[in-house]
């Protein structure tokens, strides 16, 4: 596709039940990043993929995260046990590859209501 | 440790009149260093970036940047506001792969 894509935009999930989020990355793009956007703040990184290698999860807050990225293409972000705090909107980023200069193209987001 | 400082939360300005967002950061290394701006319900769009290059950037829309090493600054600027310059703007710093933001600039243009 032209862009990053991102499914569903809105999610709304009671407390404790499981989400998934998907990322459908610019074709080609070697490199996927996960990030966690807060209201009124900026985005903070949750996780790095090049290909299928998840390189870096140092950012995913708790072990109820979990990301995969299993073709190398398509990713999901799994959100276990949803609570509150974590509603937020959550976004992908595809990059062309390793060099630093590529830049990052981001996907719209999916809003993340748990009530 | 990296990190930016985006020292407003909100600028407010009248169509036509220049533009002025203050980002500093703190880097260990030689910063790069980036300026988003995001929409309503739209996508992160990358404005520019400095990577060691030029000091002053020039971007897109008409927006520049000037790297200030002895500052630690990375402000952002523009001419002349326009009405569709109305959104939320981010200073980023790089670092390996992780990408740190500021809190974020809300811009409102007065007609």
């Known amino acids: 596709g032209a862009g990053v894509s991102q499914s569903p935009r809105y999610k709304v999930a009671k407390r404790g039940q499981d989400v998934a989020l998907r990322c459908d990355p610019i074709?080609?793009?070697?490199?996927l990043f996960w990030y966690q956007q807060a209201l009124g703040q900026g985005p903070e990184f949750l996780t790095y993929?090049?290909?299928?290698?998840?390189?870096?999860k140092s950012g995913l807050p708790s072990d109820r995260f979990f990301a995969e990225r299993p073709e190398g293409s398509v990713s999901t972000l799994k959100i276990q046990r949803t609570q509150q705090e974590d509603s937020a909107v959550y976004l992908c980023?595809?990059?062309?590859?390793?060099?630093?200069?590529?830049?990052?193209?981001f996907g719209p987001g999916t809003r993340l209501t748990v009530l | 440790a990296q990190s930016v400082t985006q020292l407003d939360s909100h600028v407010s300005v009248s169509e036509g009149t220049p533009v002025l967002l203050r980002c500093n950061y703190s880097?260990?290394?030689?910063?790069?260093l980036f300026w988003y701006v995001q929409h309503p319900n739209k996508g992160l769009q990358l404005l520019l970036k400095?990577?060691?290059?030029?000091?002053l950037v020039k971007g897109i829309n008409g927006f520049e940047a000037e790297f200030k090493k002895s500052e630690t600054s990375f402000h952002l600027t523009k001419p002349s506001a326009h009405m569709s310059d109305a959104a939320e703007y981010f200073c980023?710093?790089?670092?390996?792969?992780?990408?740190?933001f500021g809190t974020g600039t809300s811009l409102t243009v007065i007609p």
């Open positions: 980023a595809s990059r062309l590859n390793w060099a630093s200069y590529n830049e990052q193209f």
């Open positions: 074709s080609g793009h070697v490199s």
């Open positions: 993929f090049q290909n299928e290698a998840q390189l870096d």
């Open positions: 880097s260990s290394y030689s910063p790069s």
């Open positions: 400095y990577t060691s290059a030029a000091t």
């Open positions: 980023v710093v790089r670092f390996g792969n992780q990408f740190y």
